[in-house]
C-alpha cells in the first residue's frame, strides 16, 4: 500500500522524546518540544521548507523558569502567534508566553497575577488570529496529579475570561478534565472527564475520581458571552 501522494519531508527532530503539537494551515510551520535531560521539554518552533529548527527562549522577568513544552506548544490559525508554557522554578504554578512569528519575538507573557487565573496550569489552544487563548486553571491547589479541573476562554487584548467547564446552571465540573481539543476559532472545546454533572442521569462518580475520563463531551461557547 502507498500513500496517497508519496510526498515526505523529513523535520530535524534528533531526541528521543518528541512531542510534534501543531502544524500550520497551510503546512509550512510545525510546532512542538523536544525533552532535553535532566531539564525539562524544550518548545521549537520549525520551517518544513528549510528545515530550520528554533528553540522558543525562555521568558524573561518573571524568575526562574523550567521548560514544560507539552503544557501548550500551539499555534494560531494564521500563523503569527505560538504559545509555550513555563514552569515557576520547582513549583506548579506556570506562565505561557506568547510569541510573533516568523522571528519568535516575545509579544506577551501570560501569569496567574496579570490574567486573574488562579492556579493557572498553561494554555490548551489559542485563536485564528492570536487574540484569546484557552487556559486551564487547578480547581484546587496543589492537587497530586496536576490535572486541570476548570478552563476559561481568555481575551489577551480585553482580560475578559469565559469559564467553559461549567454546566447549563452555571455549577462547576465535579471531576478534573482529562484530554483537552479545541475548535481553530476555540468556540467548540473537546474535553474528557469522569464528571457526572454535566447530563441528566449520567453515571455518578465521586469528587476527583475517576482521574482518566470516563465521558467526553464538545462545549459550544456562546459567541454573545465573549
Known amino acids: 500500500m502507498e500513500w496517497p501522494s508519496g510526498v515526505f519531508h523529513r523535520l530535524p527532530f534528533h531526541g528521543p522524546e518528541i512531542e510534534v503539537s501543531k502544524v500550520s494551515a497551510d503546512g509550512s510551520l510545525v510546532t512542538g518540544s523536544e525533552y532535553r535531560d535532566p531539564i525539562g521539554y524544550f518548545p521549537f518552533g520549525v520551517?518544513?521548507?528549510?528545515?530550520?529548527?528554533?528553540?522558543?527562549?525562555?521568558?524573561?522577568?518573571?524568575?526562574?523558569?523550567?521548560?514544560?513544552?507539552?503544557?501548550?506548544?500551539?499555534l494560531s490559525g494564521d500563523g503569527t502567534h505560538v504559545t509555550s508554557s513555563w514552569r515557576i522554578g520547582d513549583g506548579i504554578d506556570r506562565v505561557v508566553q506568547i510569541s510573533r512569528l516568523?522571528?519568535?519575538?516575545?509579544?506577551?507573557?501570560?501569569?496567574?497575577?496579570?490574567?486573574?487565573?488562579?492556579?493557572?496550569?498553561?494554555?490548551?489552544?489559542?485563536?485564528?488570529?492570536?487574540?484569546?487563548?484557552?487556559?486551564?486553571?487547578?480547581?484546587?491547589k496543589p492537587d497530586p496529579y496536576?490535572?486541570?479541573g476548570d478552563l476559561y476562554r481568555y481575551?489577551?487584548?480585553?482580560?475578559?475570561?469565559?469559564?467553559?467547564?461549567v454546566n447549563s446552571q452555571g455549577v462547576?465540573?465535579?471531576?478534573?478534565?482529562d484530554r483537552i481539543g479545541a475548535s481553530a476559532d476555540l468556540r467548540t472545546i473537546l474535553i474528557g472527564t469522569g464528571a457526572n454533572n454535566l447530563v441528566k442521569d449520567d453515571a455518578p462518580v465521586g469528587e476527583w475520581a475517576p482521574i482518566r475520563a470516563n465521558d467526553v463531551f464538545t462545549v459550544d461557547i456562546d459567541p454573545v458571552q465573549q
Open 146 to 148: 496536576l490535572i486541570p
Open 47 to 74: 520551517d518544513v521548507a528549510t528545515g530550520r529548527r528554533r528553540f522558543i527562549a525562555a521568558p524573561t522577568g518573571v524568575g526562574p523558569t523550567v521548560p514544560n513544552g507539552t503544557q501548550g506548544v500551539y
Open 172 to 177: 462547576p465540573l465535579n471531576a478534573p478534565l
Open 102 to 140: 516568523p522571528d519568535l519575538r516575545v509579544e506577551q507573557v501570560l501569569t496567574q497575577d496579570n490574567t486573574g487565573l488562579t492556579a493557572f496550569t498553561g494554555v490548551y489552544g489559542i485563536n485564528h488570529d492570536g487574540s484569546v487563548v484557552l487556559a486551564g486553571c487547578l480547581r484546587r
Open 155 to 165: 481575551n489577551r487584548q480585553t482580560g475578559a475570561r469565559t469559564r467553559v467547564t
